[in-house]
């Protein structure tokens, strides 16, 4: 059955947004509508224009016989600090703040809109390299990890602090965690990444950077590849960090337990380069 | 600047399925497009029929002056049962087999295919349910929380086995762990959760249910409400279980370790009424 062109645009942006990532070639959409590949085309031109111009996203079109469409999301960067921005306001209220300087974020890593715009925003930095898989450590990380390889489109896999019996064969590392200087142990189901896989890091804070330097390591124990790393938060660390090249989307510059008082302002991702 | 009606196809369609179980007013987008309600009305009711036509859920209309448009994502009885056939294919492969007879499925929960299904199967469940979070335990069900909190909205809150400086005042309970009848602890923030709220519990894998019953009474402690139970998998239980209300969206009913089989069918959830 043919259907209208107004019809098909809001199949096509249901399915192309469910879709990121993934190449879809013209006759597939030729083949569900019933169309002439050249009315496709036309059809995904507009499409195209519209994810431009809201901001969603580019549709990337490959030309020739076997080619197609992908839909890659894309914040703008003024989209993307506005919404670092409104984050940054949460995360600054100061009943967050908890005995010994610690801030209180669990509640922001269980809500729908911070998860969505950390996912857009990470994804968004890294649209275009390859990645296979991204990689957290248990427990906060995972919402992240979650959300980013959601608008990537591949799977991510879990470090943990100890091995439980369903995750079969383990790697494990150890790793100087910097804030208290000790000897700690991290695994990784050996079946859950492959040799050669491309990986991003991500995780919900960091101070000295010594799990983020674990995963790096755990990452080499498999023969991966490290691509990138981002973290949610960073907070202000007195010495050497274990890892210097990271991306973060907030920087906690001050905790001031004196007057309450918790100063967030958008990371070094939104550094002018 | 007004635009065609295709276009405006694709961006109401996107805002829709990006504000699932929200009330939009038809001012909202008549605003938006510098158009009379009347013909956003006609607008939405074109995407509410493709809505329906591609089994991508129910667009809900609210009349009166008031009124307006909810999405609620709803997948069709057929599709659901197809996704999750092919789910109980990917764990009944054998090299999953773990010593002692347990399952490997931490690949699935990393997987996007799989999640978008558990959450938009689980949301459809529970789609005409008012439900103010979804809670979960650490750390295998919160890609499953997230993934049903996406598509209903909601934030999610994830219960943890050890109380951790970072998650403040915490409340915790001891449960009954039923498949070794010990006493374990378990705890979860005190902020996480306002009395009152109407909580919906998920999980990977359940078997005798103690955890699911120790999230039960955590509930209870919150002076918050249960609105219903869903775990990814369960597997066969000689006694009696500590739950009786419960979804399943898998049953692993066999796991041979002679003949390396593990046999999955589709759980409770899918059984005919």
Redesign the interface.
């Known amino acids: 059955m043919k259907i209208k062109?107004?019809?098909r645009?809001?199949?096509m942006?249901?399915y192309l947004?469910?879709h990121p990532h993934e190449m879809i070639s013209l006759a597939f959409f030729a083949e569900k509508y019933h169309s002439a590949k050249s009315s496709m085309s036309e059809d995904l031109g507009?499409?195209k224009?519209?994810?431009d111009e809201?901001g969603?996203g580019d549709l990337q079109t490959i030309p020739g016989a076997a080619g197609g469409v992908k839909f890659v999301p894309q914040l703008k960067d003024g989209d993307a600090l506005r919404k670092i921005k409104r984050i940054a306001e949460m995360l600054s209220e100061s009943n967050r703040l908890?005995?010994?300087g610690?801030?209180?974020?669990?509640?922001l890593l269980?809500?729908?809109y911070v998860?969505?715009a950390i996912g857009q925003i990470i994804a968004s930095r890294y649209a275009d390299k390859e990645i296979d898989a991204v990689m957290t450590i248990?427990?906060?990380g995972?919402?992240i990890a979650?959300?980013v390889?959601?608008y990537l489109?591949?799977?991510?896999?879990?470090v943990?602090r100890d091995s439980k019996?369903?995750?079969?064969p383990t790697v494990s590392v150890n790793y100087v965690s910097g804030s208290s200087a000790r000897i700690e142990k991290m695994v990784l189901?050996k079946?859950?990444l492959r040799r050669g896989s491309r990986v991003l890091v991500v995780d919900d804070f960091m101070k000295g950077g010594g799990t983020l330097n674990g995963m790096k390591t755990l990452i080499e124990e498999f023969e991966a590849e490290l691509v990138g790393v981002t973290v949610f938060a960073e907070g202000k660390f007195n010495g050497e960090r274990q890892i210097t090249d990271y991306d973060s989307l907030l920087y906690v510059s001050d905790v001031d337990l004196k007057t309450k008082t918790i100063t967030v302002v958008p990371g070094n991702l939104f550094n002018e380069s």
């Open positions: 062109r107004s019809e645009m809001i199949d942006t249901y947004i469910n507009i499409i224009k519209r994810f809201e969603i908890l005995p010994g610690y801030v209180y974020l669990s509640d269980g809500h729908p998860l969505k248990a427990t906060k995972v919402p979650q959300s390889a959601y489109n591949v799977p991510f896999v879990i943990r019996i369903t995750e079969g189901s079946r859950s």
